[in-house]
């Protein structure tokens, strides 16, 4: 197996430099290194992340690959195209804010060479506002029965934690434009063509939750665009109208309520 790579890491201009410029690093200084990293500018950039952009990019001319776009896109066209650009077979995801271990993408290939019918590789992760303290961990299924069971409720993987093929990703259709359900949307695409998913069972990601990670799920809108996916692969034969009933119940409630219940719920009873 050539462990060759690509990294997609979208950027925009509300981005921190400091948090950027260490995410770029943690990419770069894996134990199996990415032959390319797409830099994918979501819209014009302040001058300092250009600038952070552009020094990379002189010292790393081989790696560093960067598209440039100066209007704003939604998340699901950026890494659309992402994908496109990709190079290579296998893809990685990271995102501009987060961290992960050296290994992370070592511990990912060795699991595609123990099982070469898995497409998507992710690693259980753990949520931090400051880093060096530990703050709780998402725990997912590991195997791909229990992965494509725990998807009929929930999303199975942490999308920054993601390693996958991309010819399986393409075979699905890519990323499409759904906003805040652009990972889960693609993961149901590519188990109903067959995929199948594989999570490490060590936090090799570390996820940055900001102040406003938990209230973003929630609000009319987030849930709007809820229904519509669930209603969706309801009618794609993912889920039965029993789970569709259920779930959608679930997150009417969820949505309604205040940031601080939402944040008190995702860490005592989703979160470990």
């Known amino acids: 197996m050539k462990k060759e790579y690509s990294v997609l890491l979208p950027v925009y201009k509300g981005e921190k430099p400091e948090y950027f410029k260490k995410s770029i690093d943690c990419m770069l200084k894996q ?4 032959a390319e990293l797409w830099i ?45 650009l990709a190079s290579y077979e296998y893809i990685s995801r990271m995102d501009s804010d ?17 099982h070469p019918e898995v497409d998507i590789v992710g690693t259980i992760y753990d ?4 880093e060096g303290v530990k703050g709780p961990v998402r725990m997912l299924p590991e195997k791909p029965d229990e992965i494509l069971e ?13 390693l996958m093929k991309k010819q399986a990703v393409v075979d699905a259709g890519n990323y499409r434009d759904y906003e805040g359900l652009e990972d889960y949307d693609l993961w149901l695409r590519m188990f109903l063509n067959g995929s199948k998913g594989y999570n490490i069972q060590e936090a090799l990601v570390h996820v940055r939750a900001g102040r406003d990670f938990y209230n973003r799920r929630g609000g009319k809108e987030y849930l709007a665009r809820q229904e519509k996916f669930f209603k969706e ?4 034969g993912f889920f039965t109208e029993r789970e569709y009933r259920y779930t959608i119940g679930v997150r009417r409630v ?12 995702y860490k005592t009873l989703l979160r470990k």
Request: aromatic content about 10%; hydrophobic content about 30%.
């Open 31 to 34: 134990s199996i290194k990415p």
């Open 40 to 84: 994918l500018e979501d819209g014009e950039l302040t001058d300092e992340l250009e600038n952070i952009v552009r020094e990379y990019e002189g010292k790393f001319p081989e790696t560093i690959k960067v598209n440039r776009h100066k209007t704003h896109r939604k998340l699901g066209l950026v890494l659309k195209e992402g994908v496109e």
């Open 98 to 114: 987060d961290l992960c271990e050296r290994e992370r993408t070592e511990r990912q290939f060795e699991v595609l060479e123990k």
């Open 127 to 130: 949520e931090f506002l400051q």
């Open 150 to 162: 725990f998807a009929h409720k929930r999303n199975p993987f942490g999308h920054s934690s993601i």
């Open 233 to 236: 692969f309801t009618q794609r």
């Open 254 to 265: 969820f949505c309604r309520l205040p940031g601080w219940a939402r944040s008190f719920l």
